[in-house]
């Protein structure tokens, strides 16, 4: 199997802030990486597919990169509505995993 | 625009199978551009891929619960569904469905997922 290693854990931040997160793959998975964002209760909301390719409707603060083992996802300047969890996910075979999850909080 | 409802009991005890469908509607299940998936969270905890169906019927499990798991479709009624054996509370956890379109390799609509209790 492919583990997907996302840092921080937590994530301490104020509004305004840029934000990155990192997800780490065990092995080579191309571009086939997906973020996602989750709210308590609720299920989570495609941000990012194929590493850098922004979802329809999702705001242009929301930037991912990377390829191969090594990926980030920025929020370029923190709002309120994106104080959440995000996961990363591969699909470079199908055994699909995610990473643990960054929980971004409130500074 | 396309939804998923998922549905089935919240309570199964344990040794028992856990059986949920996931209906869809508007739009086709029987499209070539997507596979339907099943994923879990236990409270608290992060997201675990349970499997994927495409509508020809060809399947792919998590090979940590592939022994146990069961995934389905009826494109007649527009659902799949999901069987999972011999539960114990390690699998208590809200269950989603999601669909999964092959261009992107990643679960663009969810349904608002189902909490499903393992307990006597």
């Known amino acids: 199997d492919i583990q997907m290693t996302q840092s921080p854990s937590t994530l301490s931040a104020s509004v305004g802030d840029r934000v990155t997160i990192t997800c780490r793959a065990s092995?080579?998975?191309?571009?086939?990486l997906a973020w996602y964002q989750q709210k308590p209760g609720k299920a989570p909301k495609l941000l990012i597919y194929?590493?850098?390719s922004l979802e329809s409707g999702v705001p242009s603060r929301f930037s991912g990169s990377g390829s191969g083992t090594e990926f980030t996802l920025t929020i370029s300047s923190l709002q309120p509505d994106d104080f959440a969890t995000y996961y990363c996910?591969?699909?470079?075979?199908?055994?699909?995993?995610f990473g643990g999850g960054t929980k971004v909080e409130i500074k | 625009q396309l939804q998923l409802q998922e549905s089935g009991p919240g309570l199964v005890k344990p040794s028992e199978t856990l059986s949920l469908t996931c209906t869809v509607s508007?739009?086709?299940?029987?499209?070539?551009?997507?596979?339907w998936g099943w994923i879990r969270q236990p409270p608290g905890k992060g997201l675990e891929w349970i499997g994927s169906?495409?509508?020809?019927?060809?399947?792919y499990y998590n090979p940590s619960l592939k022994s146990r798991v069961t995934i389905s479709v009826d494109t007649s009624k527009n659902q799949f569904s999901l069987k999972l054996s011999s539960v114990t509370a390690a699998d208590t956890a809200v269950y989603y469905c999601?669909?999964?379109?092959?261009?992107?390799?990643?679960?663009?609509?969810w349904g608002q997922g189902t909490m499903v209790t393992v307990s006597s």
């Open positions: 999601a669909r999964l379109y092959r261009g992107m390799g990643a679960f663009d609509i």
């Open positions: 508007g739009g086709s299940i029987s499209s070539s551009s997507y596979y």
């Open positions: 169906i495409y509508y020809s019927g060809s399947t």
């Open positions: 092995q080579s998975i191309s571009s086939w």
């Open positions: 194929k590493a850098s």
């Open positions: 996910q591969q699909y470079n075979s199908f055994a699909l995993t």
